[in-house]
């Protein structure tokens, strides 16, 4: 049996985050080194071991047969070794470690944003890594403990916890705007006035959804511009571009400042709350649990019971 002291152990955990990754510069990011040393550190473990892992080109990395035989045993056993310290830190007073999010901007800035500073002063331990990304990612592939998206876009192999209540949708305006085209009556009206477009996380073009129920109605809009995020969208609202279709949460501020007006108010659209997931074999990683509990908080909603749930609040 061969032996391995902890300086293979962290060069075995180098090998299954280049695989995992599928790019050295990446994995070099994720593990905080350069990727010669990265380089260094496979070509030493491929040199104890005997065995060539990877197969290297100027662009793409691969494992060999051998090298993905390894890496799929390594996976169960260093999600072993995760869970192992992941209970053991249910007997802290305090949770400690890294916390990576990836996070919707809408909800980075509506959910996450109000109770950052509260959450960071109360975990000190706990470095809350977050990238904000509205595609659709695979946070376990992406090395993420957790990810928060509309619970209508969380896979279903994930334990999804809602942080809100069901969010509003509504259709926006500048006044000057609306002075120079007019307010819409009902929603096909939409189709002649000039709007900002989405584009969702695929490159698709989103139709707008106003009303619930039997009365929901499907608008493709048009217009002079096209937007894959929030902040473009009510910018160019405010700025007398087009119409928008936004949270109502996200443009409450500007709606009271009169910088924008909503129209067809009795038409907005219910949607999906803001929801976190993460991989429903795994415990819930360290200040999770607590993140999610100041979250539902601020929101009025009632904290979780125990440290795992396998449906959607």
Known sequence: MRTFDRAMLADLNVFLTIIRRGSMTQAAIELGVSTSALSHRLRKLEGDLGVRLINRTSRSIRPTQAGANLAAQLDDGFQTIRDALTTLEQHRQFPMGRLRLNVLRDAARLVLGPV???YV????????DVTVDDRMVDV?????????RYGDRVPHDMVGIALTAPLDWVVVASPDLIARHGRPE??????RLPCVQMRVGDN??????LGNGENLVQVDVRGPACANETEHSVDAAIRGVGFAYCLARRVAEEVRSGALEIVLPDWASEGPPFTIYYPSRRQLPPGLRQLIDMI????????????????SL
């Not at 009902?186 to 189709?191: N, V």
């Not at 539902?296 to 449906?311: D, I, K, Q």
């Open 116 to 118: 950052l500073r509260r």
């Open 121 to 128: 002063d109360a975990f000190p331990d706990i470095h809350l």
């Open 140 to 148: 376990v592939g992406e090395g993420f403990d957790a990810g928060i």
């Open 186 to 191: 009902r929603p096909q009206d939409l189709a």
């Open 204 to 209: 698709s073009s989103f139709p707008w959804e």
């Open 296 to 311: 539902r908080a601020e929101e009025g909603l009632p904290a979780l019971v125990g440290t795992r749930s396998n449906t």
